[in-house]
């Protein structure tokens, strides 16, 4: 079992930054590939961004890419989502996830087996 709490979140002005974590409980950080979900009002859950156990792969959704940057600290058991030039449109409840480390970087939720509870994240106009 992965319990998993994220922070960071809040309001913030439209071209702001955020730095979301997501501290883990289990000893075995380093055999999860992680995940970053966002979910907004009346939408499905999509995803954000994945990292593999090591940290040497990434993923991205299209979306955010070249503004969200993933990383982890397999010490401390965290993954952090540095969120760069915020628009509006980002507004969500951020969610961390864990899935066992795989050979290719998962980015749907059904292959995702631990879930955090979410911190929401509104960006004003």
């Known amino acids: 079992q992965v319990h998993l709490v994220e922070s960071g979140g809040g309001l913030v002005q439209a071209g702001g930054s955020l730095r979301l974590t997501c501290a883990a409980s289990?000893?075995?950080?380093?055999?999860?590939?992680m995940g970053w979900f966002r979910q907004a009002p009346g939408k499905e859950r999509e995803f954000v961004a994945a990292?593999?156990?090591?940290?040497?792969?990434?993923a991205y959704a299209d979306s955010v890419k070249g503004r969200f940057t993933i990383s982890r600290d397999n010490n401390k058991s965290t993954v952090y989502l540095q969120m760069n030039s915020l628009k509006p449109e980002d507004t969500a409840v951020y969610y961390c996830?864990?899935?066992?480390?795989?050979?290719?970087?998962?980015?749907?939720?059904?292959?995702?087996?631990?879930w955090g509870q979410g911190t929401q994240v509104t960006v004003s106009s």
């Open positions: 996830a864990a899935a066992p480390g795989r050979s290719v970087l998962v980015v749907t939720t059904d292959l995702y087996n631990y």
């Open positions: 289990t000893r075995f950080f380093n055999k999860y590939d």
């Open positions: 990292l593999n156990w090591s940290g040497g792969s990434t």
